[in-house]
């Protein structure tokens, strides 16, 4: 295929991977997506358009800034659900190639934003990796980003409260809790104050600064701010928010469903807690569910038969389980 047909046929292609790939809006980033394709299918194809750009494209000349603004968008994107996957050395790689492009064309405003998301999958990623230094690197690139964007527009928005929230978190790995909490009621202030802010949207930067004054002995505040979080759960998503509890849960599963094998203490462990969710619905004030109770019975003998093949010299009866004995099955970052 001579140059320019390539270069048309990957134009076309990332704008067809683009225009499909499921999306969120902003403040929602952390939450289970859906789509018509799923990520994981989608993902094959952003793999060969990476090893088109690179072998095929590159060495005849470049795209338009369109073209490569639209690959850097989906490699963002592809970066961003390989961390949720939990793939933390693929997700890298892939977020800095889409760093790469940011950084050719920085300074225009919609590059900006994009170098933004980029810098939060890295930061993520460093975080989840327990790198305090990288952390904290990406992590002011994006708050820098954010504070200079809110600047040009004279307005507060998502982004910018949760860059401050992730900033608070790369001061907290550097055991600097004052800084933490000081960041996490910052960004608390920013998501209130945006316009179109819904209760239960910032329940993370809630635990945040809970966690942050915790650790810093201010346990009476640390509860105040807890309990009102819970009331903003309550009001904006429901009581005990079930229908996030089970899209936690079933997110969790499908990320360690991935590899079975290697993740069964994970799998059981989430599979006890889905139980429990259902067994509370079952029961709650608005009456018993026969289905609900069903469901929970089945993920319970199910979370029991894998939570023997991991202890199989267990004497523990499946009714007296509990959730510290899952607990017990997974290391920290699972939980």
């Not at 608070?168 to 202030?189: H, I, N, P, T, V």
């Amino acid at each position: 295929m001579d140059p320019k047909r390539q270069l048309e046929t990957f134009s076309n292609a990332v704008k067809l991977i683009n225009s499909v790939w499921p999306t969120v809006s902003f403040e929602k980033r952390h939450t289970k997506r859906d789509g018509p394709i799923t990520r994981e299918v989608l993902h094959d194809h952003v793999v060969s358009l990476e090893s088109m750009f690179e072998r095929e494209i590159l060495p005849h000349g470049r795209p338009s800034e369109d073209t490569e603004f639209e690959f850097a968008t989906i490699l963002q994107e592809a970066a961003w659900w390989l961390y949720e996957r939990g793939n933390f050395l693929r997700s890298r790689v892939t977020a800095e190639k889409g760093l790469d492009l940011c950084e050719r064309y920085h300074g225009g405003k919609r590059w900006l934003r994009l170098s933004a998301l980029v810098y939060d999958v890295l930061g993520c990623i460093a975080n989840g990796t327990n790198r305090p230094m990288e952390s904290m690197n990406f992590n002011s690139m994006q708050l820098k980003i954010r504070k200079e964007l809110s600047s040009q527009s004279g307005k507060e928005d998502f982004e910018l409260g949760y860059a401050h929230n992730q900033m608070g978190c790369s001061w907290m790995m550097a055991k600097d809790f004052k800084k933490g909490a000081q960041l996490f009621r910052e960004a608390l202030d920013i998501w209130h104050r945006v316009p179109g802010y819904t209760k239960g949207l910032a329940l993370m930067e809630y635990a945040n600064l809970g966690m942050s004054l915790w650790l810093q002995d201010q346990i009476d505040e640390a509860a105040e701010v807890l309990e009102e979080g819970q009331r903003e759960s309550e009001d904006g998503l429901g009581k005990m928010s079930t229908g996030s509890f089970r899209a936690f849960a079933d997110q969790a599963l499908s990320i360690y469903g991935v590899n079975e094998e290697a993740h069964v203490p994970e799998i059981a462990r989430t599979t006890f807690l889905k139980a429990n969710i259902s067994y509370k619905v079952a029961l709650s004030e608005d009456g018993v569910t026969e289905i609900d109770l069903e469901e929970g019975a089945q993920l319970l003998e199910k979370a029991y038969l894998m939570y023997r093949q991991v202890v199989p010299q267990t004497q523990i009866l499946m009714g007296e389980l509990k959730e510290s004995d899952f607990d017990e099955l997974a290391t920290f970052w699972s939980r």
